[in-house]
């Protein structure tokens, strides 16, 4: 609980997209959300202003960084009940043509990261007997996607690991669930050409991009109560893509 009587969220990624939007969710749920951020330091702030968050700069590559988030969490918030790791970004290329560094790049950041982030909090969650941690995953780790064999690789990386750490603290009281979205309307899907966007967009059976905030309400559920029986679980949140 935060010195207002608040519980206290965290979120990687908490900058753009998807995590921003879940920003904006668990605060309204009444969360003090702290989140973290690798470079967007304007578009951080504007967020903690817009929602009385606590923004700090923590690359999930770096778990001095991490750590020193956590504490700093720790000490002007309070113990978190809720982890929710959003950070991801992709490089996308044939296996035939891709380079290590675009592999190693996509691993540390999309798979490595959430352990580095996880592995501290989870910690505390144990001991203090509470808490839910959802991970972002994607429909490539569930399914494959061609250029996308290291984005899949480390997504289907978070899967495995959310699951096992399901069944490790389930009996602490603490829950971990994984959410894969599909195809969503953020940074990461704005950087295609407008072509390849519309044969997108025409493969989803609603015929539109989910939104953020449509990714957000799922993981506000989930780290609720009402979720309280929800453990292990991978929930697609797709318009009907993979159906
Ligand atoms: P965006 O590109 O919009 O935002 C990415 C966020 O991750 C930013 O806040 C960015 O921080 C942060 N980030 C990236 N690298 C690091 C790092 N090394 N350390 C800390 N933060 C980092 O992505 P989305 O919101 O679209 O995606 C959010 C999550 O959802 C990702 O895990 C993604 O893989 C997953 N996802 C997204 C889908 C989509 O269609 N958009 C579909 C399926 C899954 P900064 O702003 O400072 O750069």
Redesign the pocket.
């Known amino acids: 609980m935060s010195a207002a009587g608040k519980p206290v969220a965290m979120v990687?990624?908490?900058?753009?997209?998807?995590?921003?939007a879940v920003v904006r969710a668990l605060s309204a749920d009444g969360f003090a959300v702290s989140f973290?951020?690798?470079?967007?330091e304007e578009?951080?702030a504007e967020l903690a202003a817009e929602t009385g968050g606590l923004a700090v700069r923590?690359?999930?590559?770096d778990p001095e960084a991490v750590g020193a988030w956590l504490e700093r969490t720790k000490s002007e918030l309070g113990s978190v009940r809720a982890l929710v790791?959003?950070?991801?970004?992709?490089r996308d290329r044939p296996v035939a043509l891709m380079s290590a560094a675009e592999w190693g790049d996509v691993l540390r950041?999309?798979l490595d990261?959430v352990f580095t982030v996880c592995q501290p909090v989870v910690f505390d969650m144990i001991k203090r007997k509470a808490g839910s941690v959802v991970t972002?995953?994607?429909?490539?780790g569930v399914y494959g996607n061609p250029t996308q064999a290291n984005?899949s690789a480390a997504?289907s990386g978070v899967i495995g690991f959310t699951k096992a750490l399901a069944k490790e603290v389930g009996r602490y009281g603490v829950r971990a669930n994984v959410v894969?979205?599909?195809?969503?309307e953020?940074?990461?899907?704005a950087e295609m050409a407008e072509p390849a966007r519309e044969k997108l967009r025409a493969s989803v059976p609603m015929r539109r991009?989910g939104t953020?905030e449509e990714v957000a309400d799922l993981v506000s559920f989930l780290v609720s109560d009402k979720a309280g029986y929800i453990n292990g679980s991978v929930l697609e949140i797709t318009g009907g893509l993979t159906v």
Do not use: N
């Not at 923590?58 to 590559?61: R, Y």
């Not at 972002?136 to 490539?140: A, C, F, G, I, T």
């Open positions: 990687s990624g908490g900058s753009r997209g998807i995590g921003a973290g951020y690798r470079g967007a578009a951080a923590a690359d999930v590559t790791t959003s950070a991801g970004i992709t950041t999309d990261g972002l995953s994607s429909v490539s984005y997504k894969a979205p599909g195809l969503i953020t940074d990461m899907l991009f953020a």
